[in-house]
């Protein structure tokens, strides 16, 4: 029997969701049991998480080869292959972590590793295009697993007008919504991004866009002035008092008064942004602990000047994900912004805050299978729902 049919047959899968991030500090690897059911509803139980870090050197030569002055063709070419080597080590870890063996999984969805993202349109040679490149080959992928791998997801819903992020939208709709109350789902990773679920929301009226830096500029300033890849648990910024002056210059970009949809990246928030922050901070004479509370406050400005600007329903809760989840300092800053709306992690409404973007992969992957759309064009600005990704066969 052909393998897609035999997987479109099975009432239930087993899937792999791998993801990382635009933080590039390791894959995360999640195990899922699906039940799809019809329409938009599905049944999902985590089997596993883990996040298997990058060997030492690697995260930097990503960081290299997504800069345009030093990304040279043949290092991506490279690193392309690479990273499907180590995306499928992180598929064999997730199932072994599960109880499981490769031969008991029957689907891997992985949504690879972003170097640059250009989704704005422009036109070149007779015609206008947006573009985004992902690496970590899924045919790699498939091939050391025998697992039938789907990746490549964002360019679909690019070649359809849309900004290719963000994806998780869609799945925060199938997971999330309810009937009585309006929900914001806050994904704090590198970047940060909302959805948006008024109340008895259909997928039309769900919106998300990304609302600018999460952790960032935070770890790239913990980086440089504690030789640590995070400021853990925000115990330096919490130490330190941000700076007004700082926070309201680094505010002061196009892309936070852009309407949705947008998207952004490493692009517009990594290295030189970084930079600009110590350096003007430095001037400023502000020591290591106000340089990381402001650092920290940018993230928290810019997510609540988004809600004010662009969430047009009154929230009920806003549900947290992600690596800033774990971050007490920041959280409790978004309980105050927020207040007297409801800040919670994601795992106290059953999905573990660190797992979530993995897990929605495996749920896409999923859909992709099914021949399903996995965009919503409310988010991306596309001009209609597509089936996303491209399918490996092994």
Do not use: W
């Not at 996040?51 to 030492?56: A, C, F, K, L, M």
């Amino acid at each position: 029997m052909h393998p897609i049919l035999r997987l479109v047959q099975k009432p239930e899968r087993f899937v792999i969701g791998l993801m990382s991030g635009t933080s590039a500090d390791g894959i995360d690897a999640a195990v899922v049991r699906l039940c799809p059911d019809k329409d938009d509803h599905i049944e999902i139980e985590t089997l596993s998480f883990e996040t298997v870090p990058y060997p030492d050197g690697l995260r930097e030569e990503i960081f290299r080869i997504s800069a345009p002055e030093h990304g040279r063709v043949d290092a991506i070419c490279r690193i392309n292959f690479l990273l499907g080597e180590r995306f499928a080590g992180a598929a064999h870890t997730a199932a072994r972590q599960a109880g499981l063996s490769l031969s008991d999984i029957d689907l891997i969805g992985s949504h690879g590793q972003t170097i640059h993202h250009l989704p704005e349109r422009v036109e070149a040679f007779g015609v206008t295009i947006g573009a985004t490149f992902q690496i970590g080959d899924p045919s790699v992928i498939a091939q050391r697993t025998c697992v039938v791998t789907v990746g490549d997801f964002r360019p679909a819903d690019v070649a359809v007008g849309g900004q290719g992020a963000p994806l998780v939208p869609y799945v925060d709709y199938l997971l999330f919504r309810s009937p009585t109350l309006s929900r914001g789902l806050l994904n704090i990773g590198g970047i940060a991004n909302m959805t948006v679920l008024p109340a008895g929301a259909g997928g039309p009226s769900v919106a998300a866009f990304d609302t600018g830096p999460g952790n960032m500029v935070i770890d790239a300033a913990a980086l440089s002035l504690l030789g640590t890849p995070c400021d853990r648990d925000g115990r330096a910024a919490r130490a330190g008092t941000p700076s007004e002056t700082l926070v309201q210059r680094l505010l002061d970009l196009p892309f936070f008064d852009l309407p949705p949809p947008k998207s952004t990246g490493r692009e517009l928030f990594g290295k030189d942004y970084a930079t600009r922050l110590l350096s003007e901070g430095r001037s400023l004479g502000l020591s290591i602990n106000d340089l990381l509370a402001t650092a920290t406050e940018i993230t928290v400005r810019s997510i609540a000047h988004a809600c004010r600007r662009f969430v047009t329903v009154s929230l009920d809760e806003v549900i947290v994900s992600g690596g800033g989840a774990r971050n007490p300092y920041l959280m409790e800053r978004l309980g105050r912004v927020f207040a007297p709306t409801t800040v919670v992690v994601s795992d106290e409404r059953g999905l573990a805050a660190d797992a979530k973007e993995a897990v929605a992969f495996a749920v896409l992957a999923d859909r992709t299978i099914m021949g399903m759309p996995g965009n919503l064009p409310s988010a991306t600005g596309a001009d209609r729902p597509v089936v996303l990704g491209k399918i490996c066969i092994p």
